[in-house]
């Protein structure tokens, strides 16, 4: 199993940027999955998750209207659309694949890295 | 939304020590809680899921409990491996929600 994160950099308050996270070595389309976030020396951070065909998809409250989460079964890639960035955004974002019917996350990306900064 | 309150925030402890790691749900979340092991500059590392469950992999030192409100993260005898920050996370409806964090540093 291989989550690889990318997309990441430095950006304006109120510009965007859309991270993906390609996966490999598992049948993705079977599996939901989520986008955790960690600010700098910071606590890990729930942002949202999408489940295995797209039917459904939850969001943190703070990101809920600006970020989108969807996902391409055909490429084996998730995404995160975030827009209108602020700088409480900067952090490390990490995709994570959720366990198979008892839940929790069980594979981790190495994240990759917003800075959301003038 | 639920809250999870973990405690202490920082854990100050020597090889070969046994310690606890606790986690408070704002109202009862059944048994869906994982715990988390995560080491400066890496992702999290599954330790614990479904309150009790180890991960495979996992060393046995580690064992999770609790059920409702409470749960309890043991690590049997401290090894230098172990010296990490360590969150757990609830999973039982959405928004889920990890505890603050407990950084189990060397006495």
């Known amino acids: 199993v291989q989550l690889v994160e990318s997309g990441g950099g430095v950006v304006q308050p109120g510009r965007s940027l859309r991270l993906s996270c390609a996966a490999s070595g598992f049948t993705f389309s079977t599996y939901v999955m989520h986008w955790v976030r960690q600010a700098p020396g910071k606590g890990l951070e729930w942002v949202a998750v999408i489940w295995y065909d797209g039917s459904n998809k939850y969001y943190a409250d703070s990101v809920k209207g600006r970020f989108t989460i969807s996902r391409d079964n055909s490429k084996n890639t998730l995404y995160l659309q975030t827009n209108s960035l602020r700088a409480e955004d900067t952090a490390m974002y990490y995709c994570?694949?959720?366990?198979?019917?008892?839940?929790?996350?069980?594979?981790w990306g190495q994240g990759t890295l917003v800075t959301v900064s003038s | 939304d639920i809250q999870m309150t973990q405690s202490p925030s920082t854990l100050s402890a020597s090889v070969g020590d046994r310690v606890t790691i606790t986690c408070r749900a704002s109202q009862s979340i059944s048994s869906w809680l994982a715990w988390y092991q995560q080491k400066p500059g890496k992702a999290p590392k599954l330790l614990i899921y479904?309150?009790?469950s180890l991960e495979s992999g996992v060393p046995s030192r580690f064992s999770g409990s609790g059920s409702g409100t409470e749960f309890t993260l043991t690590i049997s005898s401290l090894q230098p491996d172990d010296f990490a920050t360590y969150y757990c996370l609830h999973y039982n409806s959405y928004p889920w929600t990890f505890g603050q964090g407990t950084k189990v540093e060397i006495k």
């Open positions: 479904k309150a009790s």
């Open positions: 994570a694949r959720e366990k198979s019917i008892v839940g929790a996350l069980d594979y």
